[in-house]
Structures are given as structure tokens and as C-alpha cells.
């Protein structure tokens, strides 16, 4: 079993949707979690993260961490074309050299 | 201000051949790191260097990959002997200092090897 465990996709949403994107994990050392959105032939960008549990909302994006489950997720409202790409959630713990796992990433086309 | 920043982006080497990549992270990021992101997979650690001290180099797959940081900036990743599953992206991330948990990336190099 991977360390984090991200569903690849493809997620096909009509524009205006909510999107529901999702990572599990078995490391419950983890504290910090990452999402990064990763446009084709580009690098991953920093969209969100948050430390430890609980909520964190940035305009139409809102990060979710349930660490009794070990189960974050990431919601986008209003989802446009623009948001067509790969998201990929990444986790660390604290302390050492916060080198990062990175699930596989899920691909998400949204359509007009 | 200006981002992490790699070249080449793209790479044709052919199968046997040596390549060096390279990197420049934002400048006074002390944290460096190389990622490997193969079709449909997600990233894979190569290595970390933070300031002046022993890159971490866990991630390296074969003694074939090597590092080296200069002066605490530029990076180089090489590759000796390439072989054609050496084929994928090579991203490098930087960050401010080692107890920050969140990277910035640059766009890539996509190496192919034929």
C-alpha cells in the first residue's frame, strides 16, 4: 500500500460544478497537507495547505483534513474550464527535512 | 519576483549518454530539492540540499544520479548513462529555509531518451 493514495481519474465536471478531490493516507505522522495544481507541460503551484486538521477556504477552494480518518480532501465551487488540470495533495511531517509525499494526482477536465 | 527557473526544457539524449540539468531556486531559498515525474505518476524524491549541509540524496534511484548545489543556489542534477527509463520530467522546488513545509516549483525539464 502507497504512503497516499490519490484516485488518477480522469474527473469530467460540467462547468459550474462542485468538484470533490480526495487523498488517503497511512502515515499518521503527517501534519502539514499540501494541494498543488499542475497544468499540462507546466510545474505544480502551491494552491493550498494546511497544518493539522480541520478547514482552510481561499475564495472558491476549500481544503479539508479529517486525520481520524486519514483522509483529506479539496472542494472547488463555481469550477470553470480554467480549473481543467491535475491536482496532486501532498503531505509532511514535521521536523527532519520536510521532504514531502505527493499522491499520483487526479486529472480534472471541466467542461463548458 | 522571479521563480525557481530550469534548463533545459526539453532534453533529446540518446540512450548511454551523460546529461546535466540545472537549476536556479528563488533567490535566498536555502532548501533545494530534485523531484523525478514519470507519465501518470505522481512525483518521486531524488534528492535535498539545505544550506551547507549533506544533501539527503535517499530518492537517487542508482548511483548513475548525482547532485551538486554551488555556492548554496544554482543546482546541477546529472545523469550518467542515460537509459530509456531515465524518460521523464525533472522538476526542482525550493524554499525559504528547512522548517517550512512548503515548496515552490519550477517548471521542469522534460528529458527523453531514445
Known amino acids: 500500500q502507497k504512503e497516499v493514495e490519490q484516485d488518477p481519474g480522469p474527473l469530467s465536471v460540467p462547468e459550474g460544478a462542485i468538484v470533490s478531490l480526495n487523498c488517503t493516507y497511512s502515515?499518521?505522522?503527517?501534519?502539514?497537507f499540501m494541494w498543488y495544481r499542475q497544468y499540462s507541460r507546466k510545474g505544480p503551484e502551491l494552491l493550498m495547505y494546511?497544518?493539522?486538521?480541520g478547514n482552510k477556504e481561499d475564495g472558491r477552494f476549500t481544503a479539508q483534513v479529517d486525520k481520524s480518518s486519514k483522509y483529506i480532501s479539496l472542494f472547488i465551487r463555481d469550477s470553470q474550464p480554467s480549473d481543467s488540470a491535475t491536482y496532486l495533495c501532498?503531505?509532511?511531517?514535521?521536523?527532519?527535512?520536510?521532504?514531502?509525499?505527493f499522491g499520483r494526482g487526479t486529472s480534472l477536465i471541466v467542461h463548458p | 519576483g522571479a521563480g525557481v527557473s530550469q534548463s533545459p526544457s526539453n532534453k533529446v539524449t540518446e540512450k548511454g549518454k551523460d546529461v546535466e540539468l540545472r537549476c536556479d531556486p528563488i533567490?535566498?531559498?536555502?532548501?533545494l530539492y530534485w523531484y523525478r515525474q514519470s507519465l501518470g505518476q505522481g512525483l518521486e524524491f531524488l534528492i535535498y540540499?539545505?544550506?551547507?549541509?549533506?544533501?539527503?540524496k535517499s530518492g537517487l534511484p542508482s548511483d548513475r544520479f548525482s547532485a551538486e548545489r554551488t555556492g548554496g543556489s544554482v543546482s546541477t542534477l546529472t545523469i550518467q548513462r542515460t537509459q530509456q527509463e531515465d524518460s521523464a520530467v525533472y522538476l526542482c522546488?525550493?524554499?525559504?529555509?528547512?522548517?517550512?513545509?512548503?515548496?515552490?516549483f519550477g517548471p521542469g525539464t522534460r528529458l527523453t531518451v531514445t
Open positions: 533567490s535566498g531559498h536555502t532548501a
Open positions: 522546488a525550493s524554499k525559504l529555509s528547512w522548517d517550512q513545509p512548503l515548496q515552490h
Open positions: 501532498a503531505m509532511s511531517r514535521t521536523g527532519g527535512s520536510y521532504i514531502p509525499t
Open positions: 540540499f539545505q544550506g551547507n549541509s549533506a544533501p539527503d
Open positions: 502515515n499518521s505522522a503527517f501534519q502539514y
Open positions: 494546511t497544518y493539522s486538521s
